[in-house]
Nanobody, 127 residues
Framework: VQLQASGGGFVQAGGSLRLSCAAS????????FGWFRQVPGKGRERVAC????????YYSDSVRGRFTISTDDAKNTVFLQMNSLEPEDTAVYYC?????????????????????WGQGTQVTVSS
């Protein structure tokens, strides 16, 4: 299994970025996918999650209304559209996959249930 994240970069506050996560080696429709982020000295924070089967989604309070998670089944890719970016969004963003729990269940949004992780992509938002 491989998750390849891309799309990070440097942007000014108020700007937008779109992260992509290309998944291979797994049955895409059977998995839930999540985006998490981490800053130095802190734990991994959940950002957004989605069931590829029924498109149910979860968003953290800090990003709801600004970020959108989606999937492209034909390309086995998960996206995170990030709008109205704030300096507090600066972090390394990771995509992850798991098939244990639906994201409707809060446990399905917790990092410890995710089995596969991508390499991370840096997002830096300047004020």
């Amino acid at each position: 299994v491989q998750l390849q994240a891309s799309g990070g970069g440097f942007v000014q506050a108020g700007g937008s970025l779109r992260l992509s996560c290309a998944a291979s080696g797994l049955p895409f429709d059977d998995y839930a996918f999540g985006w998490f982020r981490q800053v130095p000295g802190k734990g991994r924070e959940r950002v957004a999650c989605i069931n590829s089967s029924d498109r149910q989604t979860y968003y953290s309070d800090s990003v709801r209304g600004r970020f959108t998670i989606s999937t492209d089944d034909a390309k086995n890719t998960v996206f995170l559209q990030m709008n109205s970016l704030e300096p507090e969004d600066t972090a390394v963003y990771y995509c992850a996959a798991q098939r244990r729990r639906s994201v409707i269940d809060s446990i399905g949004t917790e990092a410890h249930v995710y089995d596969y992780w991508g390499q991370g992509t840096q997002v830096t938002v300047s004020s």
